[in-house]
Structures are given as C-alpha cells and as structure tokens.
C-alpha cells in the first residue's frame, strides 16, 4: 500500500525565512510526485509533478526536489501570501490513483 | 473554461437522508475521482472513473455510489447519510495520458446530523 508522510504538521515563519517542508513516501514503483497547495476554503491547486530521483522544479520561490525515498518543498524568502496548506501525493507506475500526504500548513507572518 | 464545478457548496442533512452531489467538467477528461478530507488524514479517494461508463472503489467507499454516463459528469449519491460522513468533499479530474494535472473543483461541505 502506497503511504505519504508530511513534516511539520505546521509551520509558522516569519516573511523572509526560507525553510523547507518535507514528504517521505513508499510507492510500489513512482510514477509521479506531487505538490499542490491547498488555500482555506478551496480545492487543492496543481504546483509540480516530480518524476525521477535529483529531479528539481521552480515556481517563483518555490522549489521541488526528489530523491527516492521523499521529496522537499524548499519556500524561500517566503510573504505572506505563501501562506497555505501545501499538500504531498504519489502515483504508483500501474495507477491512475494518487495517494495523499495530510499535509503542512505553512504561515508566514509580516 | 469553468474547469471543475461542483455543487452544493454546503449542505447538511440528518442521519439517514441520502443526497447526490454534483460535480462537472468541461474540459473533456476522462479521469474522474471522488476524495473526502477530513483534519489530519489528508484527502483520500472514494471512487474514480477512467471514463464513461467505468467506475471503481477507492480507498473508502463504503456509503457512497457512483456512476459515469457522459464524459462532463460524475455524481457521487450518499444512500443513506451518517455522521462519519461528515466531511468537505472534493471532485478532480484529468487526461489519462497527463495525471500530473489534476484539476480540483472548489468543494463540497457536508454536514450530517
């Protein structure tokens, strides 16, 4: 059974304090990993989809990272505005499913 | 494009009562699923459709029906509502040939009393 795992739980940094969340996963053979971001209220959005191990993504200051056994969401000198749930999910190489992480909610205070 | 659209937004029911939540799209995917999220278990799958017609269980299925007749809409039916299935409810969708993008619609609250 594929299982995610997400540290922290939660997050609070100040604005300009980069950190980084982590997902540690096993999957029966990666297809996919996943970041979304998740804002109170509403329905998770898509950020990256990592493949391969050493494998790297860039959104403005965000940056995925993977290597075989978890991935890192790297927020650098995050604003107010990174402030959400970022969620985790995998996708096994025979699957259409994706399976969730229960994610970090990251707050960034001014 | 509305992309994925569900509705209601928020209902509640009492115990025992069964509803049908909505949900649609417009950009002719042919994957479909069903999660619930609930605090500290992240979203897990209900059921899902990789097209007309196909449907299959997920991970927590018990309670909930479905069905796929037209490529744009996937119901999820609650027979007959319990408090555990209190609940926000969210539909997705996507291309079988591209999962990475998978597009969420905005959610459905349930409250079962």
């Known amino acids: 059974e594929d299982q995610v795992t997400q540290s922290p739980e939660a997050l609070r940094l100040q604005e300009g304090e980069s950190s980084s969340l982590n997902c540690s996963y096993t999957v029966s053979g990666l297809r996919g990993l996943f970041w979304y971001r998740q804002d109170p209220g509403k329905g998770p959005e898509f950020l990256f989809t990592l493949y391969s191990a050493g494998e790297e993504k860039e959104k403005e200051r965000l940056k995925a990272t993977l290597t075989k056994k978890e991935s890192f969401l790297h927020i650098t000198a995050p604003k107010p505005e990174d402030s959400a749930t970022y969620l985790c999910a995998v996708q096994a190489s025979d699957d259409y499913k994706l399976s969730f992480g229960a994610g970090t909610t990251v707050t960034v205070r001014a | 494009n509305a992309g994925v659209t569900q509705t209601p937004k928020f209902q509640v029911l009492k115990t025992g009562q069964s509803m049908t939540l909505q949900c649609a799209q417009d950009m002719n995917h042919e994957y479909m699923s069903w999660y619930r999220q609930d605090p500290g278990m992240g979203l897990r799958l209900i059921h899902y459709s990789v097209g007309a017609g196909i449907t299959d269980q997920g991970e927590v299925p018990n309670g909930y029906n479905v069905s796929r007749s037209t490529t744009e809409d996937f119901p999820l039916r609650l027979l007959s509502a319990a408090p555990s299935q209190t609940s926000v409810y969210f539909c997705?969708?996507?291309?079988?040939?591209?999962?990475?993008?998978?597009?969420f619609g905005p959610g459905t609250r349930l409250t079962v009393l």
């Open positions: 997705a969708s996507s291309s079988p040939r591209y999962t990475d993008t998978q597009y």
